[in-house]
């Protein structure tokens, strides 16, 4: 059973940083670990994900260059640090796992199996 707990969310300035973590279990057959986030009101968006056993990295227009994801040496814990935070970065970021996603369904919450409870950003001006 995959679980995951993501954690480092809180509240900071615009122009501050952050830096997430999703500590995860029975994951070892994932394709890949995103994270996506969801503002009030809107729909869960996509934020970057990691190809789970060649590590290759994808973001989101919205935050290349400010936000960088990656995975510690035993691959149970990803991280997401975000850089040069916005007003428009305020949402509730999940971290989940899909087991049989492929790269062209990588940003698409659909493809992704497992989702861990979210942890609240919010940035203020």
């Known amino acids: 059973q995959v679980q995951l707990v993501e954690s480092g969310g809180g509240s900071v300035q615009a122009g501050g940083a952050l830096k997430l973590s999703c500590a995860a279990s029975g994951h070892g057959g994932a394709r890949f670990i995103g994270w996506f986030r969801q503002a009030p009101g809107k729909e869960r968006e996509f934020v970057a994900t990691i190809r789970w056993s060649g590590g290759n990295t994808y973001y989101a227009d919205s935050v290349k260059g400010r936000f960088t994801i990656s995975r510690d040496n035993a691959k149970t814990t990803v991280y997401l640090q975000m850089s040069s935070l916005k007003p428009e970065d305020t949402a509730v970021y999940y971290c989940?796992?899909?087991?049989?996603?492929?790269?062209?369904?990588?940003?698409?919450?659909?493809?992704?199996?497992?989702w861990g409870q979210g942890t609240q950003v919010t940035v203020s001006s």
């Open positions: 989940a796992v899909g087991l049989r996603t492929i790269l062209s369904e990588a940003s698409n919450p659909r493809g992704y199996n497992y």
